[in-house]
């Protein structure tokens, strides 16, 4: 019986430490849209969710990205820890303008904060806001700004 509690408590152990170094790829997923160029995001909506984020990807599609969203507007600091590819961060009002984004390198545990209160944050690979000129000021559209 000893064992078999002993092989139980490894199972669980050994599930959950590699859940943690996993890839979070099953998340909901919604369409947003910044002018003319469509935007396939994960939903990170749980305090779980957003804790692991994009760590762990070794890749991502080139119009893909993950839409963090927060119960309430606060200032929002993200950093890269366990995350192995560029991202930018843009920053999002309830309404979908962009507050600011910030270049973030792999692995970093620098800290990219929000320069005002916001519920959204949206991650992309690094470049893809400035390739399509999309800077602070700009509008997403979407289902969670059209509220």
């Known amino acids: 019986m ?3 509690i002993a092989c139980l408590l490894f199972a669980f152990l050994s599930s959950t430490a590699w859940s943690q170094e996993a890839a979070q790829l099953q998340l909901p997923r919604v369409q947003l849209s910044a002018g003319m160029h469509l935007i396939h995001a994960q939903v990170a909506a749980t305090p779980e969710q ?3 984020g994009l760590m762990h990807r070794q890749e991502m599609p080139a119009n893909e990205g993950m839409l963090f969203v927060f119960e309430q507007a606060a200032g929002q600091c993200f950093w890269m820890k366990n995350t192995l590819l560029p991202l930018t961060a843009a920053f999002v009002a309830d309404d979908g303008t962009i507050v600011n984004l910030a270049d973030m390198q792999p692995k970093s545990l620098d800290s990219h904060c929000s320069a005002k209160p916001v519920r959204y944050v949206l991650e992309m690979h690094q470049g ?3 390739k399509r000129n999309l800077k602070a000021g700009s509008r997403l559209s979407g289902p969670p700004f059209s509220k």
Do not use: E, P, V
Request: aromatic share 22%.
């Open 2 to 4: 000893k064992r078999l």
């Open 50 to 52: 957003r804790a692991i």
């Open 128 to 130: 893809w806001f400035a």
